[in-house]
């Protein structure tokens, strides 16, 4: 049973990119789905799943879904041997529900206090005028890179290359990119994306951004990764996010700031009017 369990458990996990409300695998008819589990790993990672390393994704989802399973197996043995029937079951039944009214109550309390808080345009518009520092983004660029073990190898790439431009340039380097390269963004064609200024290993980093747009590297890059042909493909000055765009940003911020004043003075209110001993 058990063996059976991994190998259904397995082949699930292979589907488990359709959508969230996908059934995974069924427990005696009671339904796992993959909401469930997306769930689970959440509240397990404190809702930080996506920072897990990939490699270690899929062997973590693996785990969750077998602890439901289990979990589900449990209950279902519960409820046949009468268990939700049991005094010790609804003694216990009853501190929880007491439990989840209290702290529901709160939240819902909490986030009415919170909808009273209002926040004036004008006082947004003044907070980004003294604060624009706090929105500007560095030059930042796109780059593709083709990683070779040895320079000889990263020169012969230069000189197939050396002789294009335009279109043709991008083209050819891409396809070089996807045969060649050792790195791992080899089959995207080298696509590195956009990074800023200080993102990448200095050598690297440095010859980048004194390069031309639609350019590549005359010589070969060193770096502790091996030898590198970089093809600039877009430059981004440093910009100042303007105001329409981080808005809703510093409305919810300067709100939780006002509601914690709020809270301060509603707590201090609530205390004088209670009889505390």
């Not at 991994?6 to 995974?24: E, G, P």
């Not at 004008?122 to 796109?142: A, G, H, I, M, Q």
């Not at 951004?209 to 600039?232: D, E, N, S």
């Not at 765009?245 to 914690?260: A, D, G, N």
Request: glycine share 4%.
């Amino acid at each position: 049973m058990k063996k059976m369990t991994k190998t259904l458990v397995s082949t699930l996990l292979l589907t488990c990119t359709l959508a969230s409300a996908q059934t995974l695998v069924t427990v005696n008819g009671t339904q796992i789905t993959q909401e469930e589990v997306d769930s689970a790993l959440m509240n397990a990672t404190q809702g930080r799943f996506n920072e897990v390393p990939a490699e270690k994704q899929a062997e973590f989802r693996k785990q969750v879904l077998q602890q439901l399973i289990a979990k589900e197996l449990v209950y279902q043995d519960a409820v046949k041997t009468k268990v939700l029937e049991s005094k010790e079951f609804k003694d216990e039944f009853e501190k929880v529900q007491e439990n989840i009214k209290k702290e529901l109550a709160v939240q819902v309390w909490q986030k009415r206090e919170l909808d009273k808080v209002n926040v004036a345009d004008k006082e947004l518009k003044t907070y980004y005028d003294k604060n624009k520092e706090e929105f500007n983004e560095k030059e930042s660029v796109r780059a593709r890179h083709i990683l070779v073990k040895t320079e000889t190898e990263a020169m012969g790439i230069i000189n197939d290359l050396k002789s294009l431009s335009g279109d043709a340039l991008q083209s050819k380097f891409i396809e070089l990119a996807k045969t060649k390269s050792t790195g791992p963004s080899g089959p995207k064609g080298g696509d590195l994306g956009y990074f800023a200024q200080g993102q990448m290993v200095p050598e690297f980093n440095d010859k980048v951004f004194a390069m031309k747009v639609g350019a590549i590297t005359k010589k070969p890059v060193k770096t502790q990764f091996g030898y590198h042909v970089i093809y600039l493909e877009d430059k981004k000055p440093t910009t100042t996010r303007s105001f329409t765009e981080v808005k809703s940003y510093i409305e919810q911020r300067l709100k939780m700031e006002k509601f914690k004043t709020v809270m301060n003075d509603k707590m201090e209110e609530l205390e004088k009017k209670a009889s505390i001993k």
